[in-house]
């Protein structure tokens, strides 16, 4: 008898289990997307992916936690509640402000390491332009600025630690920009650090040359401090670097197929009038990197990616140092340092991904969202 029970109430526990899966499997991963948003740029792209892979059921955004980067932190808001709006998510997927300045890296210090030879393409993001003082400030999204939809009235940083501890286990960082929520959310919290699933970060350059500088990435150089703090955590963590990106070129056929898409979708519209539209029409032979859109294919199938190396990585963070934001990967963790060993990716399928990024691009927006839950 007790054990006839005990079968019954573990065959019944066997099918919730089940039913639980079932469910999971349908929702798809869950994922914070932590980013410097921008309109349409690699940002707005990953993040019009995302919401299309919600409505088909594959994927799971519990918020987009904006931080400064490309642009800043409240011009990257609007640009996300605006993003949002557009494709009819505004209501389902919050949008929380996060930190505005880097833990430790200023522009005195920036032109201090440029001037001891830094080097570099010379994009500063946000430290390009004034730092906006009111919605007067703003710049106006081609499509106009969300109407409806309002960033939440929890920080960033709380949402982060809120909703890892309400999902221990489950939640997935994309982590898109400088690390400085990611960083403050562990410093405040530190107990989340167990409970986050994985972090899969677009950031770092591993084995090729920096972008904004000769040696150092754009996300890891504007906020060294904090990605070295995070990558140092002991979680699960992947590395999308700029070793794969840059084999990942966005070209003017490609461009077209979105841009040229028919039926025009509000998404496609604006895609054709971003930067790089411009580019392409100068040269036809142009080519450009779509970084961050990178990270989402590998969460949805890690086979996207056709070579990963397993590496100890760190970043050094020495403001006035041309050397600060540099990533470094050790094949064998160097002594003295706690360091992380994580998957580094090195190389993707591109044609297989680029009919990804393409179908999601171009899919009917408004999107039709499942029910929440
Ligand atoms: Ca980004």
Same mark, same amino acid.
């Given at each position: 008898?007790?054990?006839?029970?005990?079968?019954?109430?573990?065959?019944?526990?066997? *099918?919730?289990?089940?039913? *639980?899966?079932?469910?999971?499997?349908?929702?798809?991963?869950?994922?914070?997307?932590?980013?410097?948003?921008?309109?349409?740029?690699? %940002?707005?792209?990953?993040?019009?992916?995302?919401?299309?892979?919600?409505?088909?059921? #594959?994927?799971?955004?519990?918020?987009?936690?904006?931080?400064?980067?490309?642009?800043?932190?409240?011009?990257?808001?609007?640009?996300?509640?605006?993003?949002?709006?557009?494709?009819?998510?505004?209501? #389902?997927?919050?949008?929380?402000?996060?930190?505005?300045?880097?833990?430790?890296?200023?522009?005195?210090?920036?032109?201090?390491?440029?001037?001891?030879?830094?080097?570099?393409?010379?994009?500063?993001?946000?430290?390009?332009?004034?730092?906006?003082?009111?919605?007067?400030?703003?710049?106006?999204?081609?499509?106009?600025?969300?109407?409806?939809?309002?960033?939440?009235?929890?920080?960033?940083?709380?949402?982060?630690?809120?909703?890892?501890? *309400?999902?221990?286990?489950?939640?997935?960082?994309?982590?898109?920009?400088?690390?400085?929520?990611?960083?403050?959310?562990?410093?405040?919290?530190?107990?989340?650090?167990?409970?986050?699933?994985?972090?899969?970060?677009?950031?770092?350059?591993?084995?090729?040359?920096?972008?904004?500088?000769?040696?150092?990435? !754009?996300?890891?150089?504007?906020?060294?401090?904090?990605?070295?703090?995070?990558?140092?955590?002991?979680?699960?963590?992947?590395?999308?670097?700029?070793?794969?990106?840059?084999?990942?070129?966005?070209?003017?056929?490609?461009?077209?197929?979105?841009?040229?898409?028919?039926?025009?979708?509000?998404?496609?519209?604006?895609?054709?009038?971003?930067? !790089?539209?411009?580019? !392409?029409?100068?040269?036809?032979?142009?080519?450009?990197?779509?970084?961050?859109?990178?990270?989402?294919?590998?969460?949805?199938?890690?086979?996207?990616?056709?070579?990963? %190396?397993?590496?100890?990585?760190?970043?050094?963070?020495?403001?006035?140092?041309?050397?600060?934001?540099?990533?470094?990967?050790?094949?064998?963790?160097?002594?003295?340092?706690?360091?992380?060993?994580?998957?580094?990716?090195?190389?993707?399928?591109?044609?297989?991904?680029?009919?990804?990024?393409?179908?999601?691009?171009?899919?009917?927006?408004?999107?039709?969202?499942?029910?929440?839950?």
């Amino acid at each position: 008898m007790k054990r006839r029970a005990w079968l019954l109430s573990a065959a019944s526990a066997a *099918a919730l289990a089940a039913c *639980a899966g079932v469910r999971r499997a349908q929702g798809g991963p869950k994922v914070i997307i932590d980013s410097d948003y921008n309109t349409m740029s690699d %940002d707005g792209q990953l993040g019009a992916m995302a919401v299309q892979l919600q409505a088909q059921g #594959r994927l799971q955004v519990m918020g987009i936690t904006v931080v400064s980067g490309n642009k800043w932190l409240q011009q990257g808001v609007a640009e996300a509640l605006m993003s949002m709006e557009r494709l009819g998510a505004g209501d #389902r997927i919050g949008v929380y402000a996060g930190a505005n300045l880097p833990l430790n890296h200023d522009y005195v210090t920036i032109q201090a390491e440029l001037k001891a030879g830094a080097g570099g393409d010379g994009y500063l993001g946000a430290w390009k332009t004034p730092e906006p003082r009111s919605a007067a400030d703003l710049v106006r999204p081609p499509d106009g600025f969300a109407t409806r939809t309002q960033v939440q009235p929890t920080g960033a940083v709380d949402f982060i630690v809120q909703t890892i501890k *309400a999902h221990p286990h489950e939640i997935t960082l994309l982590a898109v920009g400088p690390l400085t929520n990611i960083a403050l959310a562990i410093r405040q919290s530190p107990e989340i650090v167990p409970l986050i699933q994985q972090i899969i970060y677009m950031g770092g350059a591993v084995h090729v040359p920096g972008n904004t500088t000769k040696a150092a990435e !754009f996300n890891w150089w504007f906020d060294p401090e904090a990605a070295q703090f995070v990558l140092r955590q002991p979680i699960p963590q992947v590395v999308v670097p700029l070793d794969v990106t840059n084999t990942v070129q966005l070209n003017k056929a490609t461009f077209e197929r979105i841009a040229l898409a028919s039926p025009p979708t509000a998404v496609t519209r604006v895609y054709a009038q971003e930067w !790089f539209s411009r580019r !392409f029409a100068r040269d036809p032979n142009y080519t450009s990197n779509i970084w961050d859109t990178l990270v989402i294919a590998y969460l949805l199938d890690p086979s996207y990616a056709t070579q990963v %190396d397993e590496e100890y990585v760190d970043v050094i963070a020495k403001p006035g140092d041309p050397q600060n934001g540099r990533s470094v990967g050790y094949a064998q963790p160097p002594e003295g340092v706690k360091l992380q060993k994580m998957k580094v990716v090195k190389r993707f399928d591109n044609a297989r991904f680029l009919d990804l990024y393409v179908d999601l691009l171009t899919r009917p927006v408004p999107v039709a969202l499942p029910p929440a839950g």
